[in-house]
């Protein structure tokens, strides 16, 4: 006779997840960090709603000294506040976008050398190798010099050095998970190649994809911000690695244009890795107190 296992009901799950976070002291820091930055990013405009770009009073402001640029102008007068929720949007745009590309990337390459292994395997681990000798950042530059600098090209740029961390992660759930009995059972049932990977193994190797994904998304904000610093960034959306570079003559005698970007990227990247590090020890299941019923 088959037992019926009771769905949980939503209020039961937001219970679960409020315990989860008051567990885990660093997802929580995490989470409230990561919606304290989108709701600036989704929010801010309405209080912040000029370009950024304009010249809108007189030129390195301190924070406070006018009520109406309440955290100060840059060299040539722009509303530094307006400029950070610009750059909020434009982080987290291409960080969630350009994980997702990696994320896609890394998954299916790294799906199908764990299932097939052999020479499928080999030839791309040899592929994912070559990705890994070339440092990154460098890597990206390269891939943006190459096009006109804009929102896509950083994000394609972003999204293609990212992907070999979550391919060597997936491949190794894959070679974990691809011997296992519920998977031999569905193989011997008659299942095919594309769905046992869908429907019975990339399941569970989600949660590890997750993990890795919120890390990947503090490298991508790092990553933009280091090439609109260097003025590869879309020259028509403010970042807040425009700022830091627009402020880096100004260092010494108006060091709040850089400060308060730095600790905008700063708060942003310690979110997600916080998040992820969080998400970390609750998915791992030796890390984690079995409470009975």
Do not use: H
């Amino acid at each position: 006779m088959t037992t019926l296992v009771p769905q949980a009901s939503a209020a039961e799950r937001l219970r679960s997840a409020a315990a989860l976070l008051l567990r885990k002291p660093a997802l929580l820091v995490g989470s409230l960090m990561l919606l304290a930055l989108a709701a600036v990013a989704l929010f801010g405009r309405f209080w912040f709603s000029a370009d950024p770009w304009d010249m809108a009073g007189p030129p390195m402001l301190w924070p406070g000294e006018d009520a109406a640029y309440p955290l100060g102008t840059d060299l040539m007068g722009r509303d530094i506040a307006t400029g950070l929720v610009s750059g909020a949007r434009v982080s987290l745009l291409v960080g969630l976008v350009s994980t997702a590309l990696s994320a896609v990337l890394g998954v299916a390459i790294g799906a199908l050398g764990g299932f097939y292994r052999g020479w499928v395997d080999a030839l791309l681990g040899r592929v994912t190798e070559v990705f890994q000798t070339v440092p990154k950042f460098v890597l990206a530059v390269v891939l943006v010099a190459l096009f006109k600098p804009s929102i896509a090209t950083e994000v394609i740029a972003i999204g293609i050095v990212s992907w070999p961390a979550t391919a060597r992660l997936v491949r190794a759930e894959f070679l974990r998970l691809r011997e296992r009995e519920f998977v031999l059972a569905a193989e011997t049932l008659g299942m095919g190649d594309l769905r046992l990977m869908l429907t019975q193994i990339l399941p569970n190797a989600l949660p590890s994809i997750v993990v890795v994904s919120t890390l990947t998304i503090a490298n991508a904000i790092q990553t933009e911000a280091a090439l609109a610093f260097l003025g590869l960034g879309d020259p028509n959306v403010m970042s807040w690695g425009t700022i830091i570079g627009a402020g880096r003559e100004q260092v010494v005698d108006a060091w709040f244009i850089c400060a308060l970007p730095g600790a905008a990227i700063v708060v942003a990247v310690l979110g997600f890795n916080l998040v992820g590090e969080g998400l970390s020890d609750a998915m791992n299941p030796q890390l984690q107190r079995r409470v009975q019923p």
